[in-house]
């Protein structure tokens, strides 16, 4: 899968919403790509949920494989960590 470009769908409220978390479609591939090539994500109904850790923050991703090898992103967000006084 690396060096193949992704297939993702994302409906328009969903891109919206990324947006708003500071979640680019780069970061959304890249946990998809991890998640699929080493097999861990959680699964949570039909749809998967996995992470990664990119720089100072970890992604979470919600998706689900739709048809053709497409990705249905249903949602993601963002935590990154912050650093106290004395670290």
Do not use: C, P, W
Not at 17 to 26: D, N, P, S, Y
Not at 31 to 43: F, H, L, Q, S, T
Not at 66 to 71: A, F, Q, V
């Amino acid at each position: 899968m690396s060096g193949v470009e992704m297939k993702l769908q994302i409906s328009d409220l969903v891109r919206e919403t990324l947006e708003l978390r500071g979640v680019r479609e780069e970061d959304v591939s890249a946990v998809i790509r991890d998640a699929e090539e080493k097999g861990e994500k959680a699964y949570k109904g039909d749809r998967y949920m996995a992470n990664l850790r990119i720089g100072e923050a970890t992604f979470h991703v919600e998706y689900s494989l739709g048809t053709g090898g497409i990705y249905l992103v249903h949602t993601a967000y963002v935590h990154k960590a912050m650093m106290t006084m004395g670290q």
